[in-house]
């Protein structure tokens, strides 16, 4: 696998860093592609996102992580819905000019990441074949009444979803009510323990990077099943 990091131009003179994961080998002669957004309190360097970059182009397809503005100026406010909206279409447009006839691109993304891509895909903003959620934000912390979940009901793209059983953000039983209730396929991944960032209690590092090969594998096998 070779990494190699870039610059991508967003708005004006304003740009974002982005790391774009390479296989050795392709797997096929058309590989898929897949784009990998950060969540609101973390960036692209965020190890759950290295891992299933670094994993996905370690199975032979290729990966692109990269940040959104606020946090490429190291700033911690979340920039407006517009910007994260338009830094998602600029590194999407650069991802697909890359030298590669991609077979699917699939948008994936970390909590915030994800639920940005999935508004756009439900509103026609964004074009991806699948997209993946590591972590979706389905509520605020203790406001399980506050649903984010009305754009997913419009979506068609396939999607593969990660939820945590210790996740605030995320309450399991609300989420499997609002998949049952969804048009486009999906499919379901639980990772015991694992809190909002799929971090578990035990703090063994043997445990936590199981976690995380975990979590690659399901991606790897979606992306084979499904593309």
């Known amino acids: 696998m ?3 990091t870039v610059t991508i131009p967003v708005i004006d003179d304003e740009k974002v860093s982005a790391i774009v994961c390479r296989p050795d080998k392709l797997r096929l002669d058309k590989p898929v592609g897949v784009i990998i957004a950060h969540g609101a309190a973390n960036d692209m360097h965020e190890p759950l996102i290295v891992r299933v970059c670094e994993g996905i182009a370690q199975a032979g397809h290729v990966a ?3 940040n959104f503005l606020y946090r490429e100026k190291g700033l911690k406010s979340v920039d407006s819905q517009q910007k994260l909206e338009t830094t998602w279409n600029r590194v999407h447009q650069f991802f697909t000019g890359l030298s590669y006839d991609f077979k699917a691109v699939i948008a994936a993304g970390k909590s915030l990441g994800g639920r940005v891509a999935s508004q756009m895909l439900a ?3 964004l074009s991806a074949n ?3 959620l590591l972590g979706y934000p389905l509520h605020p912390p203790g406001k399980k009444d506050s649903l984010r979940d009305t754009h997913l009901y419009e979506m068609k793209t396939p999607m593969l979803f990660f939820a945590g059983t210790r996740d605030r ?3 399991l039983s609300l989420l499997k009510d609002v998949l049952n209730r969804l048009k486009a396929p ?3 991944v639980v990772i015991e323990g694992g809190d ?3 971090n578990v209690p035990k703090t063994e590092s043997e445990i936590q990077e199981n976690v995380y090969r975990h979590v690659v594998e399901k991606c790897n096998g979606w992306v084979e099943s499904v593309f």
């Open 123 to 125: 509103s026609g903003k």
């Open 169 to 171: 953000l995320c309450d």
């Open 2 to 4: 070779k990494s190699e």
């Open 130 to 132: 699948g997209l993946i």
């Open 64 to 66: 692109l992580r990269f």
């Open 186 to 188: 999906w499919e379901l």
């Open 196 to 198: 909002h960032s799929f």
